[in-house]
């Protein structure tokens, strides 16, 4: 049973690298191997980020339509995101 990335840590201050070949959308690809699908209206945003941008990762505020945000702790901006599946390949 995979754990929640929420119940992992309450939050991850880390390092990103953009995947913008991703099939399914910008993907942002932290150190500790987590790949998180940014809202597609904030994509914008995010491809502008440094690969060295340190990253947060906490619950989206209430009400958003994605469970996470991305905060970018260089420049103050956020995005929303889900945690992508495993690749079976991966495991």
Known sequence: MDIPYDEMVPYQETMLEIDDDDDEGLAVVLIDGSRWLVDPAECTVVILWM???????????????????????????????ILAPKNREDD
């Open 51 to 81: 690969p060295a941008s340190a990253i947060r990762v906490a619950e989206s505020p209430s009400g958003s339509w994605m469970p996470y945000e991305l905060t970018n702790l260089d420049t103050g901006e956020s995005a929303l995101a």
